[in-house]
């Protein structure tokens, strides 16, 4: 799947707009990156939910941070960052909410996106398909979160081991121990199917 | 598993496409030809890519386009509650002020600490004083006794 950029604008260009409080620009910017951020998201969960509301608290947190980007960086770095660091509070506070029963600080997100975002699915996923599916959840939860995070990058996003290693900040070396191992453990979760 | 010289961690690398050098790809394209174990594997770690290939997921453009506007929804709405407050919390509450009023505070402290030592100081010693004194008197009233006493 190719990501079409709805427009050519450079990402700084678009980011100076923001700053300036430009609502235009920022509306540009989420276009431009809201598939990939959300299928990374995805890729990490396999939950159409969690991928929604992340990718949501991901981009608000981009945009009033944006006098963070100093461009050091590509800005598909920054917002990755942000992004699996959303995700990780996400489940930090599951877990946290799992625990204590529906206390009042951690309130469910599901309540202000108002719809199951599965319904929007514009696939019909059969049987065999969702099997996989299942299959690869199970082995995705059995990945540690450097490990997924390589996979997901890998397969999802189609970089280069030495992007991922910049992107991590982690060596070459070490993003290829985390990749062979990740394949590993899915090719023997998915069996059977993966032949 | 594999009685050949290709490592599986070669094989992820050949599928994953990490392989540039052309001669080594071609090397390992020759081998996998010949070899029914590697082909195999292969297969296996081409169907793992696929699968997780297919995990990505789309919908309409009304759908991604409602997420957007429930973005700038938040960003709008969280935006004045943060500036009011650092508005308030700057009006009130002044960094160089706060720290100004906080020097003062602890100078004003430190002067009358050492006032109310010196105070201390100066009464324990005008006690002192006294004391000395009162047993200088007892001394004397002692000896004038005695001397009265060696007379009779």
């Given at each position: 799947?190719?990501?079409?950029?709805?427009?050519?604008?450079?990402?700084?260009?678009?980011?100076?707009?923001?700053?300036?409080?430009?609502?235009?620009?920022?509306?540009?910017?989420?276009?431009?990156?809201?598939?990939?951020?959300?299928?990374?998201?995805?890729?990490?969960?396999?939950?159409?939910?969690?991928?929604?509301?992340?990718?949501?608290?991901?981009?608000?947190?981009?945009?009033?941070n944006i006098n963070n980007f100093r461009g050091d960086?590509?800005?598909?770095?920054?917002?990755?960052?942000?992004?699996?660091?959303a995700f990780y509070d996400h489940k930090r506070k599951e877990k946290v909410r799992g625990r204590v029963g529906?206390?009042?600080?951690y309130e469910d997100d599901s309540g202000e996106r108002k719809f199951d975002v599965k319904d929007a699915v514009n696939i019909?996923?059969?049987?065999?398909k969702k099997q996989m599916q299942e299959k690869m959840k199970t082995a995705l939860s059995s990945l540690t979160n450097t490990q997924k995070e390589v996979f997901v990058l890998k397969t999802t996003e189609g970089l280069k081991i030495r992007e991922i290693a910049g992107m991590l900040g982690i060596s070459e070396?070490?993003?290829?121990?985390?990749?062979?191992?990740s394949t590993e453990k899915i090719k023997k979760a998915l069996g059977g199917e993966a032949l | 598993m594999k009685k050949c010289t290709i490592s599986s961690g070669t094989l992820v690398d050949y599928i994953y496409g990490e392989i540039d050098d052309v001669s080594k790809l071609h090397e390992i394209e020759l081998h996998i030809k010949s070899?029914?174990?590697?082909?195999?594997?292969?297969?296996?770690?081409?169907?793992?890519?696929?699968?997780?290939?297919?995990?990505?997921?789309?919908?309409?453009e009304e759908i991604w386009s409602v997420q957007r506007q429930n973005i700038l929804r938040k960003i709008r709405t969280d935006a004045p509650a943060k500036k009011s407050f650092g508005g308030i919390f700057h009006g009130i509450f002044d960094v160089k002020k706060l720290s100004l009023a906080a020097l003062i505070i602890i100078m004003a402290g430190i002067g009358t600490q050492y006032y109310r030592n010196v105070k201390i100081l100066?009464?324990?010693?005008?006690?002192?004083?006294?004391?000395?004194?009162?047993?200088?008197?007892?001394?004397?009233?002692?000896?004038?006794?005695?001397?009265?006493m060696s007379l009779k």
């Open positions: 799947m190719e990501y079409i950029e709805p427009q050519n604008r450079d990402d700084k260009e678009i980011i100076q707009e923001i700053k300036q409080g430009k609502e235009a620009a920022m509306d540009e910017l989420i276009k431009k990156y809201q598939k990939r951020v959300y299928n990374t998201l995805y890729g990490m969960c396999m939950d159409y939910d969690t991928a929604w509301d992340v990718s949501q608290e991901a981009f608000v947190k981009v945009v009033q960086s590509s800005f598909w770095t920054f917002l990755y960052r942000v992004t699996m660091n529906n206390f009042s600080d019909e996923v059969d049987f065999e070396g070490t993003v290829k121990s985390h990749l062979n191992r | 070899c029914p174990d590697c082909l195999m594997e292969i297969g296996r770690l081409e169907a793992v890519k696929k699968a997780a290939e297919a995990n990505r997921v789309d919908f309409p100066d009464e324990q010693k005008a006690m002192a004083d006294k004391m000395e004194l009162l047993q200088n008197m007892e001394i004397i009233e002692r000896l004038d006794f005695y001397e009265k």
